[in-house]
């Protein structure tokens, strides 16, 4: 996949592992970014020289778009659907089943699936113009797929609140106070400052005891492969209807 279409790359410096993703398209995800992802995530965690992980986007306004319209929009059948879908439910599960820590450096918004990377990375640190959104309903699907991430990390209630207003922006001290951001700074800078000081720390720290830690942390979602492929079901069926498409192509036209 050329810069053109997107990338991830993985970068490691002093045991921590960048792995960083980008799109043109305000690094919304299509199949073969989710795939690549997915792969860069598992390699990630079985490397000997990568104690820490640090999950990131290019670019300075936006984190993740979360799916991509234009793919939405290819899609032909239920299978070829569920397919898109698992790819998310992919990246969820690699990353809860990670041994090593996963920080998010979130530097802009995030839209539905950008929500849900935020969600399942164990510690994730923002600007304070991270803005976020799920924007599924409006489209006449749902938060599926990442939905068990995000309500694990900020609750039933606060995630209800995201799915049911699918067109409201919540801004990065809302995402902070119900727990989805560990912290928000005022600039990238010192966003940037704060991520190297913790990934330095962790770096230095015992993989085995964070390995355990984090089995503890994920506790109860042992059914996830299952549950999320499910869920990539559901999506795949909602996003053939003649709603979806129409919502999506409306979307499309005015941007």
């Given at each position: 996949?050329?810069e053109?279409?997107?990338?991830v790359?993985?970068?490691?410096?002093?045991?921590?592992?960048s792995?960083?993703?980008?799109?043109?398209?305000?690094n919304?995800?299509?199949?073969?970014?989710?795939?690549?992802?997915?792969?860069?995530?598992?390699h990630?965690a079985?490397d000997?020289?990568?104690?820490v992980?640090?999950?990131r986007s290019?670019g300075?306004?936006t984190?993740?778009?979360?799916?991509?319209f234009d793919?939405?929009?290819?899609?032909?059948?239920t299978?070829?659907?569920k397919?898109?879908?698992?790819?998310?439910?992919?990246?969820i599960?690699?990353?809860?089943?990670?041994?090593?820590?996963?920080?998010a450096?979130i530097?802009?918004?995030c839209?539905?699936?950008?929500?849900?990377?935020?969600s399942?990375?164990d510690?994730?640190?923002?600007?304070?113009?991270?803005?976020?959104?799920?924007?599924e309903?409006a489209?006449?699907?749902g938060?599926?797929?990442?939905?068990?991430?995000?309500e694990?990390?900020?609750?039933?209630?606060?995630?209800?609140?995201?799915?049911?207003d699918?067109?409201?922006w919540?801004?990065?001290?809302?995402?902070r106070?119900?727990?989805?951001f560990?912290?928000?700074?005022?600039?990238?800078?010192?966003?940037?400052?704060?991520?190297?000081?913790?990934?330095?720390k962790?770096?230095?720290?015992?993989?085995?005891?964070?390995?355990e830690?984090?089995?503890i942390?994920?506790?109860?979602?042992?059914?996830?492969?299952?549950?999320?492929?499910?869920?990539?079901?559901?999506?795949?069926?909602?996003?053939m209807?003649?709603?979806?498409?129409?919502?999506?192509?409306?979307?499309?036209?005015k941007?």
């Open positions: 996949m050329n053109t279409e997107g990338y790359k993985t970068v490691i410096h002093q045991q921590v592992g792995i960083e993703f980008y799109h043109p398209q305000s919304s995800l299509p199949s073969g970014l989710l795939e690549e992802l997915s792969k860069a995530i598992n990630a079985h000997p020289e990568i104690s992980i640090i999950l290019a300075e306004k984190f993740c778009a979360g799916a991509s793919e939405l929009l290819s899609i032909d059948n299978e070829k659907g397919k898109f879908f698992q790819g998310f439910a992919h990246v599960n690699a990353m809860r089943k990670c041994p090593k820590f996963i920080i450096r530097q802009g918004k839209v539905g699936g950008g929500v849900g990377l935020a399942a990375a510690y994730s640190i923002a600007t304070d113009k991270s803005e976020i959104k799920l924007s309903l489209v006449g699907i938060p599926f797929v990442v939905g068990p991430a995000i694990r990390k900020i609750g039933i209630s606060a995630f209800s609140q995201l799915a049911i699918a067109s409201m919540r801004n990065a001290d809302w995402a106070r119900r727990g989805l560990a912290e928000t700074h005022s600039s990238i800078e010192e966003m940037d400052e704060s991520i190297a000081k913790l990934a330095l962790l770096s230095r720290s015992n993989s085995e005891a964070m390995a830690m984090k089995k942390f994920w506790h109860g979602t042992e059914n996830w492969d299952s549950l999320l492929d499910e869920r990539a079901a559901i999506s795949g069926r909602l996003v209807s003649n709603f979806t498409r129409e919502a999506i192509a409306s979307f499309k036209n941007v």
